[in-house]
């Protein structure tokens, strides 16, 4: 067999958080250019349902939709079942769904700070375990979890504690589980992408004016494209990283490097 037949996730079931756009939309159109069947989980349903219907029809695989608020322990957990039951099972997963609020440390509120550690950290928890415990019991799979290199760097010119402290809580949940689920059949590994050119980024009124500058700053000068992040998440997903878990993959262009 090939290498990129070993690769092929043909058979295999999936779901991916945030991925009605941006960074989990590319990553759930290649799970399913890769053979999988795709469950596209997002708040906003509306854009979830377009967004499966052209993946559905670009690759020919099974492609659903389901509304979810990654924060709500019920929710995630009903999705994942209807995950199961919809798709027939559950092998890997791409816990993606992510916010930034910036303020300087000494004007966020505690709402503010709370928001971005529920929606980009305990949402990765619960999606987790949730997701972790029906692989445990059924014969393993992979978990992926979205970080960033703000995990690794404290990011300027714009103050974003509560963000960059939320996605270092992601690598350190990432490293834990691996660890505790490691004889055990689940993989969890992290992805930690440099500045991405997505809606997060491209229509968020206070970082559209800082592109130039992180642009200035990178060693490539320019932003990163979501396909850009695509193959790791095939690759961690798949059959051919078996021995892959508790690992963090900056692909950022060497922004971290210096
Ligand atoms: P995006 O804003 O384009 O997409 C995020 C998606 O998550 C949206 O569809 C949104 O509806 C969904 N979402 C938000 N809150 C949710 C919730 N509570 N429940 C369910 N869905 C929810 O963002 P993106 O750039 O594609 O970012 C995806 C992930 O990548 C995030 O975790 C982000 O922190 C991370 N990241 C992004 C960049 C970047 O530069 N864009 C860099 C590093 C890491």
Redesign the pocket.
Known sequence: MGILEKMSLAGKKGFV?????????CTAKAFAEAGADIAI????LE?SLQTAKEIAEATGRKVIALK????SEAEVQAMVDAVVEQLGGLDFCHA?????INAPADEMTYAQWKKNLD??LN?VFLTDTIAGRYMLAHGGGSIIN?????AHIVNVPQPQCA?NAS?AGVIQLTRSLAIEWAKRGVRVNSI??????????L?SQTLIPLIEKWNAMAPMGR??K?EELESICVYLAGDTSTFTTGSDFIIDGAFTCF
Request: hydrophobic share 30%; proline share 4%.
């Open positions: 958080t945030g991925a009605a756009r941006g960074i989990g939309k989980v997002d708040l906003d854009t979810c608020d990654v924060t993606n769904a992510g916010i930034c929606v980009n949402s979205t970080a960033s290199m703000s963000y996605k930690s992408p440099g500045y991405i050119g997505t809606d997060l980024v229509q932003l990163g979501p």
